[in-house]
Each structure stands twice: as C-alpha cells, then as structure tokens.
C-alpha cells in the first residue's frame, strides 16, 4: 500500500512509493484514484517515464483530449502537449507562460476536464512552481445568502483570459491562430457546480475562461465573477506545488482553479501535459461515490 503525506493542511498529498514505469494493477490504481479525489491533488514523485508510459497513466483517469495548441503536441502522440521554454537552433520546442493566471482547464468545453496531468521533465533552479486554489472550500464559506443568489446561475466560457486579453501579455492566454479560434466554442457551465463524481459543490471556473453570466448584464456579471474569483483565490486556500525533476502531479479540474508561476525564460524548464474529460459515466449515483471517495 502507498503512503500518502500531506502537501498542505487544507488539500494535496505525495507519494514517493510508486514506480509507474512498472505494471500499475487495478487495486494499487484504485488507492491512487482515492486520493485522488478525496484530496484534489495528488503527486508521485521521483517517476521515470516514455511519453508512452505517461500517457497510459494519465488515460486511468479518463479519455484524453489534445490541446488546440497543436504546433505543440508530442511527436510521439497528440495528446501529450509539450510546455518548455527551450529554444533549439533559435525555435521554441513547447508552449511558454502556458496558464499563467488562475483558471480551470478545458472549462471552455462542453465537456469538462476531469484531470490535468503534469510530467516534470527539466526543472528550472528558481521558481516554476503551480498554485491551486481550493474551490470546494471557498464554496464552504460562502455566505449562504451568496450560495443561494449563485446556485441557478450559468457562467459564459471562451477561451481565453478575462482579467487579461492582450494578447503579447506573459499573464494573457496562450495565442491561438485563426484556424484554432474557429474551433473554440461558447459554452455554458454552472458556477456552483456539482463534482460530477463525488457529488460535492464548488465553484467552477470563476476565474479564467468565465466572461459573462447568461441573462446578466456584463459590467454585474463581471463584478460578480471578480468578486468571487478573489474570494476563493485567498491564500488561506492555496497550495503552492514544487516539482522535482521526474515528478508526476494529477490535479481535479472539478474542484480547483490553478496558475502557473512565470519563471526566468533564459532557466530552463520542460513538462509534459495530459488533459482527460469527464464522462457522464461517472455522474450517476454522486452520492454513492462521495462515500467511496471520502478520507
């Protein structure tokens, strides 16, 4: 059995007892999915892996989605995406500044991510590191008058930065070109939404993607969302993530809002991203799995 040791007092555990590069039977897999999702973020540390082996663990979780980034996609397979800062013969050999401001990923979908998987491949020798932000535990403390204004409303998502839209900005959402914008949709979710396996409500995506509220005008639709993304951004609620070189960290896209951290662009760093949707699958019986996954 994995030892799992927190990662801070609100949320987040490590393991340092599992070599993924070895079969992963489904009993030791399913103590990793527990954590899981009792603890929103999990990492394995110290792992040594192919693009291969990476992506067979990430695809446990669920089906795999490429990033509309596609220039950036692993050579070896689409739904790798590689995030380096590393130039060769003058080209870059991944996307830079990926996230650099809290958000939710795949959130401008209409189908959400379920997890985010990261591979620490080079690691920078300052900074580099991932903040979450516990959006279960800001829903907690939302005043009940707040819950209960928000719990019918529908936010509006597109891809992009609300707080930045320029598009030559390190905080900005990573550029698409034209062809890539003609495939992002404008979506729906919920803003307090339901964990689609354990049941348990948070706000979803309030900051990031969210640009509006359906059936509310943009100045008070803005306020509102601004008012709750700097709510449940609070450093009571974060975790700040260090990698280690070969470090594996699964995030759960249904519970959390995160920010990369900008980093030197002359010190190195490369990591290797598997983002995997949700299924409807799993949002049958919430209140069975909540009692599976609870810690």
């Given at each position: 059995m994995?030892t799992?040791?927190?990662?801070?007092?609100?949320?987040?555990?490590?393991?340092?007892?599992?070599d993924?590069?070895?079969?992963?039977?489904?009993?030791t897999?399913?103590?990793?999915?527990?954590?899981?999702?009792?603890?929103?973020?999990?990492?394995?540390?110290?792992?040594?892996?192919?693009?291969?082996?990476f992506?067979?663990?990430?695809?446990?979780?669920?089906?795999?989605?490429?990033?509309?980034?596609?220039?950036?996609h692993?050579?070896?397979?689409?739904?790798i995406?590689i995030l380096?800062?590393?130039?060769?013969a003058?080209?870059p050999?991944?996307l830079?500044?990926?996230g650099?401001?809290?958000?939710?990923?795949?959130?401008?979908?209409?189908?959400?991510?379920?997890?985010?998987?990261?591979?620490?491949?080079v690691?920078?020798?300052?900074?580099?590191?991932?903040l979450?932000?516990?959006?279960?535990?800001?829903?907690?403390?939302?005043?009940?008058?707040?819950?209960?204004?928000?719990?019918?409303?529908?936010?509006?998502h597109?891809?992009?930065?609300?707080?930045?839209?320029?598009?030559?900005?390190?905080?900005a959402?990573?550029?698409?070109?034209?062809?890539?914008?003609?495939k992002?949709?404008?979506?729906t979710?919920?803003?307090?939404?339901?964990?689609?396996v354990?049941g348990?409500?948070?706000?979803?995506?309030v900051s990031?993607?969210?640009?509006?509220?359906?059936?509310?005008?943009d100045?008070?639709?803005?306020?509102?969302?601004d008012?709750?993304?700097?709510?449940s951004?609070?450093?009571?609620?974060?975790?700040?993530?260090?990698?280690?070189?070969?470090?594996?960290?699964?995030?759960?896209?249904?519970?959390?809002?995160?920010?990369?951290?900008?980093?030197?662009p002359?010190?190195?760093?490369?990591?290797?991203?598997?983002?995997?949707?949700?299924?409807?699958?799993?949002?049958?019986?919430?209140?069975?799995l909540?009692?599976?996954?609870?810690?």
């Amino acid at each position: 059995m994995a030892t799992f040791k927190p990662l801070s007092p609100l949320f987040g555990v490590e393991t340092f007892d599992v070599d993924l590069s070895q079969p992963l039977s489904d009993a030791t897999f399913k103590e990793l999915e527990q954590a899981f999702y009792a603890n929103q973020v999990l990492a394995l540390r110290n792992q040594r892996l192919t693009a291969t082996q990476f992506l067979a663990f990430a695809r446990r979780f669920g089906p795999p989605q490429p990033h509309v980034i596609d220039q950036f996609h692993h050579p070896d397979d689409a739904n790798i995406l590689i995030l380096s800062n590393v130039k060769v013969a003058g080209q870059p050999t991944g996307l830079q500044d990926a996230g650099s401001y809290f958000h939710t990923d795949y959130s401008y979908l209409q189908v959400p991510a379920r997890a985010t998987t990261l591979y620490s491949r080079v690691v920078p020798q300052v900074g580099g590191d991932t903040l979450f932000a516990n959006q279960q535990a800001a829903y907690d403390d939302l005043p009940d008058a707040m819950k209960k204004r928000i719990d019918p409303l529908m936010a509006v998502h597109q891809y992009g930065n609300r707080h930045d839209v320029n598009e030559s900005s390190r905080t900005a959402a990573s550029v698409l070109s034209a062809e890539q914008k003609a495939k992002m949709p404008v979506i729906t979710h919920r803003i307090a939404r339901p964990h689609p396996v354990t049941g348990r409500k948070s706000l979803y995506a309030v900051s990031g993607s969210s640009f509006g509220i359906v059936g509310m005008p943009d100045d008070e639709a803005r306020s509102l969302l601004d008012e709750l993304a700097a709510h449940s951004t609070q450093a009571g609620y974060q975790l700040s993530f260090k990698y280690g070189v070969g470090d594996i960290v699964v995030w759960d896209n249904a519970a959390l809002l995160h920010s990369a951290t900008l980093i030197d662009p002359n010190d190195a760093r490369t990591l290797w991203r598997v983002t995997v949707l949700e299924e409807s699958r799993d949002a049958v019986a919430p209140a069975v799995l909540a009692s599976t996954y609870a810690m």
